[in-house]
């Protein structure tokens, strides 16, 4: 089956640490994104890329760092600078940028120890 | 700034009823917009879009109304049932705006 895999399902952070989100898809999709989600509001676009080794910063890309070196994945690092990371991390993908429906992996819960 | 929202942020209704799920958005250049359906621990899943060209578009047991006058889209579920119950937001696409989302609750 085509889709978006996202792991791990549930991550700690220690302070200071940096950690990394996998996200790989199978749809031969040239555009990715990752969005944080928090409760009570929409999601928020941190990087999005529309093809492989470009990136672009969303709405919130202070304290996140991405890369897209294979056009299948597309990792996304919150890094020590993130004061708030503790959130829902949803990454999609669509077949090009403009204007086309976005299908989204299950999402990676992030959480402060 | 821009925004897409919600009337009501959570609706019951009984099963077997018609549902109704409004959103309002804020850019008048917004031409092509989704509604996804997402539940708990899981991500969004696309359920129907619309572009600007259109005022109606129906699927199975959804249609989706556009009016673009007021700025404002709904999501109509025919003969609701259980599994519908989940949060359903809209998305506006030309700037990848997502609205908080409207919980629907489902019961028998």
């Known amino acids: 089956d085509g889709g978006i895999t996202q792991s791990p399902k549930y991550l700690f952070r220690k302070e200071g640490q940096n950690v990394t989100l996998s996200c790989e898809q199978n749809?031969?999709?040239?555009?990715m994104y990752w969005y944080r989600q928090d409760p009570g509001q929409g999601l928020r676009l941190i990087y999005y890329?529309?093809?492989?080794?470009?990136?672009q910063k969303g709405d919130i890309a202070e304290g996140y760092s991405v890369s897209r070196e294979k056009k299948e994945s597309f990792p996304l690092t919150v890094t020590s600078a993130q004061k708030n990371p503790t959130a829902f991390y949803l990454c999609?993908?669509?077949?090009?940028?403009?204007?086309?429906?976005?299908?989204f992996g299950d999402g990676t819960r992030l959480s402060i120890l | 700034g821009e925004s897409v929202g919600l009337h009501l942020p959570t609706l019951s209704v009984q099963e077997g009823d018609n549902s109704i799920i409004n959103c309002a958005y804020s850019?008048?250049?917004?031409?092509?917009f989704i509604w996804y359906k997402q539940e708990s621990g899981k991500g969004p899943q696309f359920i129907i879009d619309?572009?600007?060209?259109?005022d109606k578009r129906q699927g199975q047991r959804v249609t989706v109304l556009l009016n673009k006058t007021v700025k404002h889209l709904s999501l109509q579920i025919a003969a609701t049932q259980p599994g519908d119950s989940a949060v359903y937001f809209c998305?506006?696409?030309?700037?990848?705006?997502f609205g908080a989302g409207t919980r629907l609750a489902v019961h028998p």
């Open positions: 999609a993908s669509s077949t090009d940028y403009s204007n086309q429906p976005q299908h």
């Open positions: 749809l031969n999709h040239d555009a």
């Open positions: 890329s529309q093809i492989v080794n470009d990136f």
């Open positions: 850019n008048s250049a917004s031409d092509y």
């Open positions: 619309i572009r600007s060209n259109m």
């Open positions: 998305a506006e696409f030309n700037k990848l705006i």
